[in-house]
């Protein structure tokens, strides 16, 4: 590899001027001549057969330019990537809040407001089903009519559990519950469909797919894929909640029917209302171990509320049953995995895929555990620890797992964990002091048997400039940062030479979804793969012109380095001469997520093989009196590989971890009915900058040997994994109570102390 | 807000306002005249048709949420009378209806005069609604869990109203009487609300409930106010008030009159806390129980209390 200093350095993200000056233009910003206001019509009711759909009236009203029902879609009307059972517009029942029944497209917002209002519906509310552990009984009625309400129930077994349940010293059984939580993006959902003159259709796409954007668009569109372009515009996150496409195919329907621009932005409320949420899971899970703490068996058993339609719950559950051991040598195991349909809302991907809600269940298990036997909690995850070359209850044998014991080293360390005690436990009468860890294992990449492959197109022009054009969409995360520095260090320019282009369809090839930490690998390989050819015509050139043998060259910082010493000629001289004698500068570079040909079978289905390893270790406060939990200390120390972009790591981090104890300590979405009750940040509370401490972080780089551009592993999803059990471990130590849901409210945390006073400390 | 934004939970479902969520106004007249007189008239004429513009950071959130429907906005910014803010020792704090909640605590005669009413006006909102936010806005708006409320009963203020029968005086703890209603009539408006001077040896405090350590509505609020002997064993007068464990924010007479009853102690204070917890009626909703609220409004009585002595003793 050719260093120009760009790989490792924190670097400025391309377009962060802009973004913080507020030029850079999202979704909502976007304007075109004669654009039109698009707006959905959902139902007022959970679950409602449709009777009559009117919407004579609201085609009548000035302004309206286009009313769509399900008999105006021209394609499918069902979408979804993977299993497309969720209608676009309600055919003849609703089956949750977020359905929508109709959408209209007007000159502005309010005159489309008025064709809502104007569109005659006649509901025959029907009795939902609400709860998931009724609605699997037989007797229950079905939520879809013809299917069973269990959309899923596998298990996987492994080892000899009921054997090693009878030999177990100690054995901890617990049934933990997590909560719908909200993504809670800074941009809404949205997207603008244009329609060509030629009845092509392009949508500028708030999503973190826009490959598959395109192809569920040209479905609804009943246009081949050709006709459709999807452009990402900036996009203000996404954290798994754009994966799936909603809102951007409407505005192209809308686009289509109208012959003109639509403008399709969802409110708050109707994102919070509308779009997927984490799954909520309850979990019985069972933990054995022999009497020096070695871990036996684990034996689990989840049910989840996926809502009615599938979205990302298949995922969901396989990577929670993937992770459900957690880095630990577990020989015996079995986990049954149940979805059930109801009424409530649709549920699917959010950053980590069912891993937070896995690691909340083994980490407080272990916690559990060692307190059963008098161990110390980071010695009893010494003890079990994965480490490289081991062979996982998955099959899967860990190629770099050194981080899994150095990371709990390391933040043992930054903690002070062996001198905690010195801290006191008990600042006042009513506060009490604790510490808990938690430590875990997120797979990157897609999993073993899925196509997980990007292509780039990289071209260096005559000035020496570069332009990139990546499909992989950037939500915030600063995969186009990661990819720009790849491309100035295998091309020897300085990273301000490179521009890459926001994903767009009509001009990059497929890079496959901005999801499961993937990008950093399969993109950025692609990127060095299309940079050789071109490095090759330069220092083809180079040779030629110099006399030089080409071994000796080096293009570093937009120069030609002979023997490691600047030379006269620049690259973008270089890429003249190049162009002037028919050398190629532009390439195609892809690569496919790559598997070692001697592995051993892997057991488990989708497996992932590159492991992001970390580390938390929360200090918290409990004031005994209100049940509120203060974090008063967060240690987080990650293994991400090599850093590309060393701001961004940390930026992954410190953004997971907030997003964490908000799902550990206040996020939840109230449901009642089928009907979420807190549908506004108002009520759906997140932290806020004083709720999160100064975060202690460090990240170690074990290169991933293979597969991952200069040994990257990528970091999207683990940091918000280990931070719920983290601080729930902190709370077990403050107060001597254990809590097994999510989140851990001040009135819980109280409802667990029973409303008598503290315990006194140990 | 936290009454009008949502039903408590079992609550049956307005389900007919769930059908449009969207986040646009309607279009609204505005007007903003120089003099009280013509503002009463104003608000004379179009009855509940028309509302107060002061900061605007519940008025207009209301709208654009449809949970009130006006046909004029009255902006009083440009009336001299609601602007005004004037502190003397021998009279006291005048704090006119539209002063924005920055005014208060940036003024340091004041913050020092009154510790109690600066804890109140720094928790509304974030700084940048604090520079908006009038604490007469925060109580016409008249949500249980207003902030500054629970503190200004504590404090014994009054409220100054004009209208068209003339000006009128109120105590505030009987100025809001539901959820979003006040006891304006008709033509009238919250033109200042006046606070007696501190008198020695006294103090006040108000801290609230909430469940994230910034910007958010009060779980259950609590402000105490307490003059102390000259020895400042002994409580002479005691005044606390409670947020959001009601229909309106409450002056609790009978904790006030607890604390007066001999020399202070933890047991005096518990007499203080018991009584709150009796006069509490709260209800349920998705920001806590009504057994939590009932729970929480006794740890922050005492907790309002122990630091209202404390800074009396300071002092």
Redesign the interface.
Known sequence: MIDSGAVGRWVSAPGAYDIVTGKARYCPDLDFPGMLIG?L??S??ARACIRRLDVTAARMIPGVIAVLTHADIPGENSYLYAEPDQPLLVVDEVRF?GDAVAAVAAID??TA?AA??AIDVEYQALDGIFDPLAAMQAGAGQVVAGKDNIMMHKTYRTGDVAAALASAHVIVENTYRTQWAEHAFLETEGGVGLVDADGGVTVYSSCQAPHRDRMQIARALGLPESRVRVITPYIGGAFGGKDEAHVQIHAALLAHAARRPVRLIR????SI?THVKRHPFIVHCITAATRDGRLLAVKARAIVDAGPYSNATHEVLNKFGEFIGGPYTVKNLEIEKIAVRTNNPITGAFRGFGAPQAAFVYESQMDDLARKLGMDPLEIRLLNGVDTGTRMYTGVVVREGKAMKASLRRAAEMMGWQQRGELGRQPATHLRRGWGMATILKGSGMGRGLPDHAAVLLEMHRDGSVVLQSGAADMGQGIVTVLAQLAAESLGVEMSSVHVVRADTAQAPDAGASCASRQVMVSGNAVLRAAVPIRDSLLQVAAEKTGVARDRLVLHGGRLHVDGQAHDLTVAELARRALFRGYPLQSEGRYELEYPADAPEVTYRYSQEVFQFCTQIAQVLVDC??G?V?VERLVAVHDAGKMINPGGVYGQIEGGVAQGIGYA??EEL?V?EG?T??A?L??Y?I?????IPELEMDVLEMPEPLGAPLGAKGIAESPIIPTAPAIRNAILDAIGRPLYQLPM???RV?SALD?APCADPA | ?LWL???P??HK?N??K???????M?DIDYTAPRTLAEAAALLNDKGDRARILAGGTDIIVQLR?HRRDLDLLVDVKNIAEVNELTFDPARGLRIGAAVPCYRIYENKDIAKAYPGLIDAVSLVGGVQIQSRASVGGNLCNASPAADTTPMLIALEATCHIAGPQGPRQLPVETFCTAPGRTALERGELLVSIDLPAPKPHSGAHYLR?I???????AVVGAGASVVLDDKKQKCLAARIGVGAVAPTPLLVPDAGAALVDGALSDALIDKAVQAARAAAKPISD????AE?RK??VG?LVKRAVQGAIHRAREK
């Open positions: 707006k019509l959902y007022p009711h809040q917002e309010q407001d809502l209002r409110g708050r409320r109707e209302l009196e209100t509120q203060a300590l206040t109230r009642t009907h009750l807190n506004s108002e009520n509370v932290p806020m900058a004083l709720d409210t001040a009135e109280l409303a | 807000m934004a949502e039903p939970l079992g479902l389900k007919a769930t059908h449009l969520w969207d986040d646009s309607k949420e409930f469940p994230r350590n910034e910007m958010d509505i998705m920001r806590g129980t939590y729970h929480l740890v």
